[in-house]
């Protein structure tokens, strides 16, 4: 099993030191920008207790069809319930805790439906669901890897599960990828 995550985080790798290559400036054929995730910048976005690294992203780095971000979870914090139309897949790297998912076939999401995660194990958010994160642990961080596609994310965001899709509310920019446009003007 823990081979199988390692052959499949591997050709995941592959696959954005691929893309990175292609982003980081360097067109010669063959060089790589390998960059140490504990100097790239962290962001909570307003949001107590999340820690959000943007590791390859479309606003900070150019991705055009991936973007992947770790992030972490004090315990007890949770995601706002949201929606988003692009595909998302997390890998939990420790840490455990809940995922709600809500229907989008009704009016609004409705009663959600709960599934435990825990570290090691990985899940997909179906398109247009409306979903929560939540590490309901008193003690320990949850921390995951996520892969979103078509960034950057459009994210629409509900204030309960009763609240119908058409007022949900859009988030665009989402919160670290303005933080990083001012940032960037801020640099120039
Ligand atoms: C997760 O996988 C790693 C690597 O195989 C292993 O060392 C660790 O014990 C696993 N964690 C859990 C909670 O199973
Ligand atoms: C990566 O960055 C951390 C924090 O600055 C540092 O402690 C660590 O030595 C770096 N790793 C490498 C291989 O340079």
């Given at each position: 099993m823990s081979r199988f995550i390692g052959v499949l985080a591997l050709l995941f790798l592959f696959h954005v030191f691929d893309s990175i290559e292609s982003f980081s400036g360097f067109s010669d054929q063959g060089s790589l920008l390998v960059r140490n995730i504990s100097e790239m910048p962290q962001k909570n976005s307003g949001r107590g207790g999340l820690s959000h690294i943007t590791i390859a992203g479309s606003v900070l780095h150019g991705m055009k069809e991936v973007e992947v971000w770790l992030q972490t979870f004090a315990p007890g914090t949770r995601t706002p319930i949201h929606r988003h139309s692009c595909e998302e897949v997390f890998v939990v790297l420790r840490g455990m805790g809940t995922v709600l998912l809500g229907s989008s076939s009704h009016k609004y999401p409705g009663q959600p439906q709960e599934f435990p995660i825990y570290s090691n194990s990985t899940f997909s958010v179906p398109v247009n669901e409306p979903h929560q994160v939540w590490n309901k642990d008193e003690h320990e961080d949850l921390q995951m890897l996520v892969v979103i596609s078509r960034p950057p994310v459009k994210v629409f965001i509900y204030?309960?599960?009763?609240?119908p899709h058409t007022a949900a509310k859009l988030r665009f920019p989402y919160y670290w990828d303005l933080e990083f446009l001012h940032q960037q003007k801020d640099e120039l």
């Open positions: 204030d309960d599960w009763s609240m």
